[in-house]
């Protein structure tokens, strides 16, 4: 029996940020993985998967020793923002300068990010890597948490951390119930080549059918694409030939940068939202996507997992100083209202903003029109948008 004081299920980037942000608090930590990254050659394609780290999330990374690597391998600061509903007036537009901040934020490709996260968490002696790991069994005791894996190795810790992703096996064995539902679209995402050059501002229009998002990427003619559509729509647009997917992807996005012509493969995915009734209970606390997913729409759902993996961080090192139990559910509560709070502000938030920009119909379109421009132009408001896209409000105390 291998004996831990904490073990994380899922070593993707959530589960790993928990993993280097313990190492020396005096516990012992093994991260579970079924699969390790394969490290990516620095003049690969980019990989299709990319998130827009925020100011929040970019602190716990510099705190996780990491982020100078991440910089150095591939990253793409943004320094300005543009939201506009198609064929109207509505629009509003965020600029560092105004704001007097050296970016607004970074979109980064999640292999990057992982590996990263691998690398530095593979050199820590408080933390063990297993993988190929796929768990088998998993029991509750009363001190302890006790696992076994396919291979038969079994393993106990006083904390399990369930951060395997959003179909979470952890979850749905301790028997925590999940709401969830189906936003009824699909995002289509690929890599675009521009005319002309994005100049490092993410844009996103609105065109009643869909929301689709250019991100910029480290070349100045390169964007990520997230198109979320009908499920009908998503699947007509992938399997179209190129000429006339390049033809209308141009045409959605009113020839902002020109001619767009697709350079990678186009992956859909379902869009679900997931939200855990308990985000912890004797024994186990789940983060990232095995506690929520949200809509992709302002790019939100991997900043949301770090802030649970830096509050997590923050009060297990707490309980653990105090010399408190930290597996005790009652001693996770902090941790657990904590997260759930920010969880459902953000997918309320994301819910209604949504219901708003869907559709077509005259008297909605003047409404997001006029929140647009007043936005836009009011004193005082595009400040305290930005610091919630930036994060700011969620971080917990030890990291500001």
Same mark, same amino acid.
């Given at each position: 029996?291998?004996?831990?004081?904490?073990?994380?299920?899922?070593?993707?980037?959530?589960?790993?940020?928990? &993993?280097?942000?313990?190492?020396?608090?005096?516990?012992?930590?093994?991260?579970?993985?079924?699969?390790?990254?394969?490290?990516?050659?620095?003049?690969?394609?980019? &990989?299709? %998967?990319?998130? &827009?780290?925020?100011?929040?999330?970019?602190?716990?990374?510099?705190?996780?020793?990491?982020?100078?690597?991440?910089?150095?391998?591939?990253?793409?600061?943004?320094?300005?923002?543009?939201?506009?509903?198609?064929?109207?007036?509505?629009?509003?537009?965020?600029?560092?300068?105004?704001?007097?901040?050296?970016?607004?934020?970074?979109?980064?490709?999640?292999?990057?990010?992982?590996?990263?996260?691998?690398?530095?968490?593979?050199?820590?002696?408080?933390?063990?890597?297993?993988?190929?790991?796929?768990?088998?069994?998993?029991?509750?005791?009363?001190?302890?948490?006790?696992?076994?894996?396919?291979?038969?190795?079994? =393993?106990?810790?006083?904390?399990?951390?369930?951060?395997?992703?959003?179909?979470?096996?952890? %979850?749905?064995?301790?028997?925590?119930?999940?709401?969830?539902?189906?936003?009824?679209?699909?995002?289509?995402?690929?890599?675009?080549?521009?005319?002309?050059?994005?100049?490092?501002?993410? %844009?996103?229009?609105?065109?009643?059918?869909?929301?689709? &998002?250019?991100?910029?990427?480290?070349?100045?003619?390169?964007?990520?694409?997230?198109?979320?559509?009908?499920?009908?729509?998503?699947?007509?647009?992938?399997?179209?030939?190129?000429?006339?997917?390049?033809?209308?992807?141009?045409?959605?996005?009113? #020839?902002?940068?020109?001619?767009?012509?697709?350079?990678?493969?186009?992956?859909?995915?379902?869009? =679900?939202?997931?939200?855990?009734?308990?985000?912890?209970?004797?024994?186990?606390?789940?983060?990232?996507?095995?506690?929520?997913?949200?809509?992709? #729409?302002?790019?939100?759902?991997?900043?949301?997992?770090?802030?649970?993996?830096?509050?997590?961080?923050?009060?297990?090192?707490?309980?653990?100083?105090?010399?408190?139990?930290?597996?005790?559910?009652?001693?996770?509560?902090?941790?657990?209202?904590?997260?759930?709070?920010?969880?459902?502000?953000?997918?309320?938030?994301?819910?209604?903003?949504?219901?708003?920009?869907?559709?077509?119909? !005259?008297?909605?379109?003047?409404?997001?029109?006029?929140?647009?421009?007043?936005?836009?132009?009011?004193?005082?408001?595009?400040?305290?948008?930005?610091?919630?896209?930036?994060?700011?409000?969620?971080? !917990?105390?030890?990291?500001?």
């Amino acid at each position: 029996m291998q004996t831990y004081d904490v073990i994380i299920a899922g070593g993707g980037m959530v589960g790993l940020a928990v &993993a280097c942000g313990l190492q020396g608090s005096g516990l012992k930590i093994a991260v579970l993985e079924r699969e390790a990254p394969v490290a990516t050659a620095a003049d690969a394609p980019h &990989a299709l %998967r990319v998130s &827009a780290i925020n100011a929040a999330s970019e602190r716990l990374l510099q705190h996780l020793d990491v982020w100078t690597q991440i910089l150095a391998v591939r990253a793409s600061a943004y320094h300005g923002m543009e939201v506009w509903d198609k064929d109207s007036f509505g629009r509003i537009e965020f600029d560092q300068r105004q704001q007097s901040l050296p970016h607004l934020g970074h979109i980064i490709e999640n292999a990057v990010i992982h590996q990263e996260l691998w690398d530095r968490a593979s050199g820590l002696s408080d933390v063990t890597l297993v993988s190929p790991a796929g768990l088998q069994q998993v029991a509750f005791g009363d001190n302890e948490a006790f696992v076994t894996l396919a291979d038969g190795t079994m =393993m106990s810790a006083r904390l399990l951390v369930g951060a395997d992703g959003a179909h979470s096996w952890l %979850r749905n064995k301790a028997d925590i119930p999940l709401a969830f539902w189906d936003y009824g679209h699909h995002a289509l995402v690929a890599n675009i080549r521009c005319e002309q050059p994005h100049e490092a501002v993410a %844009r996103q229009v609105f065109h009643g059918e869909g929301i689709l &998002a250019f991100l910029p990427l480290s070349d100045p003619h390169l964007c990520s694409i997230v198109w979320s559509l009908s499920p009908q729509e998503a699947s007509r647009l992938q399997s179209m030939p190129e000429a006339l997917f390049n033809q209308q992807l141009s045409v959605a996005f009113d #020839l902002r940068l020109g001619l767009c012509r697709v350079e990678s493969e186009r992956k859909t995915f379902p869009l =679900m939202g997931r939200y855990a009734r308990s985000f912890a209970a004797h024994r186990l606390a789940l983060v990232g996507d095995a506690a929520h997913t949200i809509h992709p #729409l302002a790019g939100q759902g991997v900043n949301l997992g770090f802030m649970d993996a830096a509050g997590l961080i923050g009060e297990i090192r707490r309980l653990h100083q105090q010399g408190k139990d930290i597996g005790e559910h009652l001693n996770l509560r902090r941790y657990e209202r904590s997260r759930k709070h920010s969880a459902a502000m953000m997918l309320a938030g994301m819910q209604g903003f949504r219901e708003l920009f869907n559709g077509n119909h !005259p008297a909605k379109k003047l409404l997001r029109d006029v929140g647009l421009s007043l936005a836009d132009s009011l004193p005082g408001v595009k400040p305290r948008l930005l610091k919630q896209a930036m994060g700011l409000n969620d971080m !917990p105390e030890w990291l500001r």
